[in-house]
């Protein structure tokens, strides 16, 4: 009668939730993997809003270009510590790129705001 079906069915609902996690998991990896490694370019962009840069720390691989856009009110820069790039100043509602030919950690402010800094780790 009812009992056994019903115990037996139990363990079913289970091992499709676990199924459907594991599944979202691997659609993410592949996800974030696929927009990561493939196409270049495009993708790599650093919005400027409320004196911060964010992401504050953005990753790319070497060859990419790395745009930032000035999403706030106020003018800022993109300044590289060791001046090897220098936006000059952003207005608001405008951007500036700059590509990433060699590996490094390259770190950043805003000649403008003491406050604001960022770092770029670019991967050969
Ligand atoms: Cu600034």
Redesign the pocket.
Known sequence: MPPVPARSAMPRPLVAVVALGVAALAFAACASGGSGGGSGGGSNGVS?AD?SYAPAALTVQAGTTVTWTNAGP????VTADDGSFDSGTVSSGSTFSHTFATPGTFTYH?A??DS?HGTITVTG
């Open positions: 400027i004196f106020s003018i800022h820069t805003c403008i705001h604001m």
